[in-house]
């Protein structure tokens, strides 16, 4: 009687270790899946005593390699404006990278007031503050957004022309007098041919005001894409080889 207990006491260990090996084994992959999205980090700088919130992605190698890096800036759209950084994840770089994408820039992405639009000093500020904290390749400094943050990248881009090397704006619109400012950058507009919020006539009219003072300029016209033309366009892996050209 003693042995059967014995026995049925060491068969209960076994089967206790072995469980905790397999929650051990769990938990192991779901600790490696999270350290490969948690990739970008949450940052803040003031700006005209306000707090400017935004989103930081550093390439896995970045603190391995001494060396400088590209850096890609994203300006979201309107519906991502406010303090939820949650937010800016929804669309663009951060939504690819939240879902364990690797990129091999550096990934800034900031996020506008609520109630605001982008405003230029607050944006150079900011790219000042990551020039001066992190290793900025200055010759690969690219530019992208969508809607609302479509035309803050042409408006930024057409302040700062020296500064982008390329910039790719989604669904916008900007000031056809001074886009001949862009006429050294490389540009590539996108924009859905049955949008209803940003009509794509005001992509047309940018590219065409850059084309005749030979701007180099492409132009990607989505033809049954409404507003969301920008979901096609950063799930496009060829967008990020352009940029690093």
């Given at each position: 009687?003693?042995t059967?207990?014995?026995?049925?006491?060491?068969?209960?260990?076994?089967?206790?270790?072995?469980?905790?090996l397999?929650?051990?084994?769990?938990?192991?992959?779901?600790?490696?899946?999270?350290?490969?999205?948690?990739?970008?980090?949450?940052?803040?700088?003031?700006?005209?005593?306000?707090?400017?919130?935004?989103?930081?992605?550093?390439?896995?190698?970045?603190?391995?390699?001494?060396?400088?890096?590209?850096?890609?800036?994203?300006?979201?759209?309107?519906?991502?404006?406010?303090?939820?950084?949650?937010k800016?994840?929804?669309?663009?770089?951060?939504?690819?990278?939240?879902?364990?994408?690797?990129?091999?820039?550096?990934?800034?992405?900031?996020?506008?007031?609520?109630?605001?639009?982008?405003?230029?000093?607050g944006?150079?500020?900011?790219?000042?503050?990551?020039?001066?904290?992190?290793?900025?390749?200055?010759?690969?400094?690219?530019?992208?957004?969508?809607?609302?943050?479509?035309?803050?990248?042409w408006?930024?881009?057409?302040?700062?022309?020296?500064?982008?090397?390329?910039?790719?704006?989604?669904?916008?619109?900007?000031?056809?007098?001074?886009?001949?400012?862009?006429?050294?950058?490389?540009?590539?507009?996108?924009?859905?041919?049955?949008?209803?919020?940003?009509?794509?006539?005001?992509?047309?009219?940018?590219?065409?005001?850059?084309?005749?003072?030979?701007?180099?300029?492409?132009?990607?016209?989505?033809?049954?894409?409404?507003?969301?033309?920008?979901?096609?366009t950063?799930d496009?892996?060829?967008?990020?080889?352009?940029f690093?050209?």
């Amino acid at each position: 009687m003693k042995t059967r207990e014995f026995l049925l006491k060491k068969f209960q260990i076994v089967k206790l270790f072995f469980f905790c090996l397999i929650l051990l084994s769990v938990s192991g992959c779901f600790m490696k899946k999270r350290s490969m999205t948690e990739e970008t980090t949450s940052r803040q700088i003031i700006v005209n005593d306000e707090s400017f919130n935004f989103l930081l992605y550093l390439p896995k190698n970045y603190e391995a390699e001494n060396r400088k890096w590209p850096l890609l800036i994203f300006l979201h759209g309107a519906g991502e404006r406010g303090k939820d950084l949650e937010k800016v994840k929804i669309h663009g770089p951060p939504k690819l990278i939240e879902k364990g994408k690797s990129f091999p820039f550096i990934v800034v992405s900031p996020q506008c007031p609520e109630g605001t639009w982008w405003e230029l000093d607050g944006l150079n500020d900011l790219l000042q503050n990551i020039l001066k904290n992190y290793r900025v390749d200055l010759e690969r400094i690219y530019l992208t957004g969508l809607s609302m943050g479509g035309f803050g990248t042409w408006a930024w881009a057409m302040d700062r022309a020296e500064t982008f090397a390329a910039l790719a704006p989604i669904c916008g619109g900007g000031d056809t007098e001074r886009v001949c400012l862009l006429k050294d950058t490389h540009v590539w507009v996108f924009h859905g041919r049955q949008d209803k919020v940003v009509p794509v006539e005001r992509s047309v009219n940018m590219v065409n005001a850059l084309r005749e003072c030979g701007g180099n300029v492409k132009f990607t016209i989505y033809p049954e894409a409404g507003h969301d033309s920008w979901s096609v366009t950063y799930d496009n892996p060829d967008l990020y080889k352009w940029f690093l050209k």
